[in-house]
């Protein structure tokens, strides 16, 4: 193949031209290897590239250019959301909301900025002593007993000292 070899010393003596060229070029002259799908396409015609054998899609939606609140799957009129600070206890009739509602509990700082949340599906994967946590703590402590999975060493102390305060030492017996 003499034209080969010319041509990739040519591309190397002169790689601006070589980056200049079309794509099409090093791509096989084979039908069917490169498909074009247009950004507008329909999901159908996507799916029938793919069982005609293409490995690879072009994107075909044009929803990454677009910002996600402009596709209407956030609710921005009913979100449920909590202080930081606020006793964790406070935030159980919006948790019994947000398992309506297949959300979860935003929790805010004082400017309110998003800080973390509260999920009533990872809150029932907790053990019983999560009751204790939440007799006890902020929601932002609760936040971060969930998050660690356990206690935090620096919390066991505060809820055993909140236990006693509210006479309900019998708690500290699970």
């Known amino acids: 193949m003499p034209g080969k070899a010319s041509a990739e010393e040519e591309n190397l003596s002169n790689p601006a031209t070589a980056f200049q060229a079309p794509l099409s070029i090093l791509i096989p002259k084979v039908p069917g290897v490169v498909r074009h799908l247009e950004p507008n396409a329909r999901l159908v015609e996507a799916m029938d590239l793919i069982l005609e054998g293409a490995q690879n899609l072009a994107f075909f939606c044009p929803t990454p250019n677009n910002p996600i609140n402009s ?16 006793p964790a206890s406070s935030a159980l009739p919006l948790i019994s909301q947000s398992l309506q509602t297949l959300t979860s509990v935003a929790i805010v700082d004082n400017d309110g900025k998003f800080i973390g949340e509260i999920s009533p599906f990872r809150l029932n994967s907790c053990d019983e002593d999560v009751a204790a946590a939440i007799a006890t703590l902020s929601v932002g402590d609760l936040m971060a007993y969930i998050d660690c999975g356990g206690w935090p060493e620096d919390l066991v102390q505060l809820v055993k000292e909140r236990l006693q305060e509210k006479n309900l030492e019998q708690a500290l017996e699970y």
């Open 71 to 86: 596709l209407g799957i956030i609710d921005t009129q009913n979100i449920l959301a909590v202080h930081y600070d606020d």
